[in-house]
C-alpha cells in the first residue's frame, strides 16, 4: 500500500470494472493530465503517473512483488477484469508528481541510513548545492515522513495520517527525532526530463486492452462452461437418485413391477428430466396410476401416488 | 313346466351371483378387467338359458335363441381369453391401450351378428344345436387351457404384487371350468350326451348302455365342476373386489 498524497481528487474509489482503459488513457492524453492513478485491487496496487497527459511511470505491486512499465499496464488491465478493484483519480502539481514518481521509482543516493549516524544539516546542503529533485524519506517501523525537494528546495512535507502537503516541517522533525529513525535519499530527473518518456507511445494499451479482453472473455466462456457441466452433472445425479427413490416407493407398493413402470413411464416421457416438468410430472404420475390399478389397490394406489407427488415436488426443482 | 335339477338351480345362482359381481367389478376397473370379467358375465347369460326352459318360457319354444345362448357361451370364453392376454401383454411390457367401451360394444357387435347369422340361416334342428353346443365346449377346453397357461405366466411376472394372489384364484377357476366343460365334450364326443339320445329315439335308434361307469362319472364331474366353477368365480371377483379397493 503506497501512502501518497491526495492533492486535488478527480474519481476516488470508483469501480475499476466499469473503466475502459485506453478510453480512460485518451481523456487524460487529452486533457493534459498531470497526477496519479491509483489502482486498488484485493491483493495488488498500482499507481500510474502522468506528466501533461504523458503517462511517465507505472507501477504494479502485487503481494511484495514490484512491475514496472508494459507489465505493470497488462497486469492492471488484468487485474481490472478480475474485478473487485477501485480506482482514484488525483490530479497533482508538476512537481509533486515529479516527487512521488522519485519517490516509487526514482535512484536511491542513500538507503536506510540511521539518522543519528549522519549529519543531516550537511546532507541537506549537499542536496541544495546538488539541485536535488527528489524525495528524502524519514521512517521508523511505524512511522514515515516525506520530504519533497525540487532542485535543492524543499517544495512541502508530507507524513502518516495527512492527505495532503504540508508546509510546516514539526511532524518530520518529530520522526526524525525518534530513536531508531532512519532516512532513504531518492533522486529523479526533473519534470521536464520526465516528459521526454511517454509509455503510451512505447506501449499499444487498446491492443493490449483488447487481447486481455479477449483472453478473459476465453477464460470466463471455459468456466461458464465448466460450470454448466458441473451443474447439469449435478443436476443429473439428482434426478437419479429421485428416480431411485421413486422405484423404491412404487417397489414397496407395487412389487417389482412397480420399478419397471416407473423406468418404462419415464422413459416415455423423455427420460428423468421429465421430473423437472409440471406438466409431464403429470403425465407420468398418470402413467403409473393406470398401470398400478391393474396390480395393486385404489387406497395403496392413491397413498403411492401421494408420496411420489411429494418426493418430486421437494427434490426436482429446476 | 319343465324340470329343473338341484345341481342346475345351484349352479345358475352361483352363476347369478358370480355375474353380478363380475359385472360390477367391471364397471370401475381399467380396460383390462372389463374383458375378463365381461366374459364370466356372459358365462351367466348362456346359463340362464337353463332357468328360461325349465320356466317354460314362451321364447324357447324358438331353437335359434337356445342357438345363440350357446354362442354367447362361446363369445364368453373368448372375451376373458382376450382379457387374459391383454392383461399378459400388460405384465410383459406395461403397455395399456383402448377404451372400455371398445369392448362393450364389440360384445354387443358380435352377439348382433351371431344372432344375425342364426335367424338368416334355415331354424336350427337337435343335431345343429348340439353341433353349436360342441363347438362351444370345444372352444372351452381349449381356451381353458390356453388361460391357464396364460395365467400361470401372468402369476411368475408379478408374483410380488398385491393381485397375483387372485391370479391363483383364477387358476382353480380354469381347472373347474376345465373339467366342467371337457366332461360334457367328453359325453358329446362318444354320443353319450343326453341330447344324442333323444336324437335317437327320435330317429327311432336306440343307445347302448355300455360304459355306464364312465358316463355316469363324467356326469358327476360335469355337475361337481360346473357348481364349483360358478362357486370360484364369484369368490374370486369378491376377493379381487376386496384386493383392489
Known amino acids: 500500500m503506497f501512502l501518497l498524497p491526495k492533492g486535488n481528487p478527480l474519481y476516488e474509489n470508483i469501480a475499476a470494472a466499469k473503466v475502459k482503459l485506453p478510453e480512460m488513457f485518451e481523456k487524460l492524453k487529452g486533457g493534459s493530465f498531470t497526477g496519479y492513478l491509483n489502482f486498488t485491487f484485493p491483493a495488488a496496487t498500482a499507481i500510474l503517473f502522468f506528466e501533461a497527459g504523458k503517462l511517465i511511470s507505472a507501477m504494479l505491486d502485487r503481494e511484495g512483488k514490484r512491475l ?15 474485478g473487485g478493484g477501485t480506482l482514484s483519480v488525483y490530479k497533482l502539481s508538476k512537481d509533486l508528481t515529479m516527487c512521488l514518481h522519485a519517490m516509487i521509482h526514482g535512484d536511491v543516493l542513500y538507503q536506510g541510513q540511521e539518522l543519528k549516524l549522519i549529519d543531516i544539516k550537511g546532507l541537506l546542503e549537499k542536496l541544495k548545492a ?20 525540487k532542485e535543492g528546495a524543499p517544495l512541502g512535507f508530507f507524513h502518516d495520517g ?19 529513525s532512519k532516512i532513504d535519499v531518492l533522486s529523479t530527473k526533473s519534470a521536464d526530463e520526465l516528459m521526454h518518456y511517454d509509455l503510451l507511445e512505447m506501449v499499444n494499451v487498446t491492443k493490449l486492452w483488447e487481447s486481455t479482453t479477449s483472453r478473459v472473455a476465453t477464460e470466463r466462456d471455459r468456466i461458464r462452461k465448466e460450470a454448466e457441466l458441473v451443474d447439469r452433472q449435478q443436476e443429473d445425479d439428482k434426478l437419479r437418485e ?5 422405484k423404491e416407493v412404487a417397489m414397496a407398493y407395487i412389487g417389482k413391477m412397480g420399478a419397471t413402470l416407473v423406468e418404462k413411464e419415464l422413459n416415455d416421457r423423455g427420460g428423468r428430466k421429465a421430473l423437472l416438468d409440471g406438466g ?22 392413491k397413498e403411492m401416488l401421494e408420496t411420489m407427488r411429494n418426493e418430486i415436488s421437494e427434490r426436482a426443482k429446476p | 313346466m319343465a324340470e329343473i335339477s338341484t345341481v342346475d338351480l345351484v349352479q345358475i345362482l352361483f352363476w347369478f351371483l358370480a355375474g353380478c359381481i363380475s359385472f360390477y367389478f367391471s364397471i370401475g376397473n381399467a380396460r383390462v378387467w372389463t374383458s375378463i370379467s365381461m366374459g364370466f358375465f356372459l358365462i351367466f347369460l348362456s346359463q340362464l338359458y337353463v332357468i328360461e326352459k325349465a320356466l317354460d318360457m314362451p321364447w324357447t319354444a324358438y331353437t335359434q335363441l337356445e342357438a345363440i345362448h350357446y354362442i354367447i357361451g362361446t363369445l364368453s370364453i373368448m372375451v376373458m381369453t382376450h382379457g387374459f392376454q391383454e392383461y399378459y401383454i400388460f405384465s410383459r411390457t406395461l403397455e395399456i391401450g383402448g377404451s372400455k367401451q371398445a369392448v362393450y360394444f364389440t360384445i354387443l357387435g358380435l352377439l348382433a351378428g351371431s344372432s344375425a347369422f342364426v335367424f338368416l340361416n334355415p331354424e336350427p334342428q337337435y343335431t345343429v344345436l348340439r353341433n353349436i353346443r360342441m363347438i362351444e365346449n370345444t372352444t372351452w377346453v381349449f381356451l381353458c387351457l390356453v388361460n391357464l397357461d396364460m395365467v400361470r405366466k401372468i402369476y411368475v411376472q408379478i408374483r410380488d404384487s398385491l393381485i397375483a394372489k387372485g391370479f391363483i384364484a383364477f387358476g382353480i377357476v380354469f381347472i373347474a ?3 366342467w366343460k371337457g366332461s360334457e365334450l367328453y359325453l358329446q364326443v362318444y354320443n353319450w350326451d343326453n341330447d344324442w339320445k333323444i336324437i335317437m329315439q327320435n330317429l327311432g335308434g336306440v343307445v347302448t348302455d355300455q360304459y355306464m361307469g364312465r358316463r355316469d362319472f363324467s356326469i358327476l364331474v360335469h355337475d361337481i365342476a360346473g357348481m364349483l366353477a360358478g362357486f370360484s368365480v364369484g369368490g374370486t371377483f369378491i376377493y379381487l373386489v376386496r384386493l383392489l379397493r
Open chain 1, 130 to 149: 546538488q539541485r536535488l529533485n527528489g524525495c528524502l524519506r524519514i521512517y521508523t517501523d511505524d512511522r514515515t515522513a516525506l520530504i519533497f525537494y
Open chain 2, 177 to 179: 371350468l376345465f373339467l
Open chain 1, 242 to 246: 429421485l428416480e431411485d427413490d421413486l
Open chain 1, 280 to 301: 409431464l410430472v403429470t403425465a407420468f404420475l398418470a402413467g403409473v396410476e393406470k398401470g398400478a390399478k391393474l396390480l395393486t389397490g385404489m387406497s395403496k394406489t
Open chain 1, 162 to 180: 495527512s492527505t495532503d502537503i504540508e508546509t510546516s516541517a514539526s511532524e518530520s522533525q518529530k520522526i526524525a527525532g525518534l530513536s531508531g
Open chain 1, 68 to 82: 514496472t512499465g508494459f507489465e505493470a499496464i497488462a497486469g492492471v488491465c488484468t487485474l481490472i477484469f478480475a
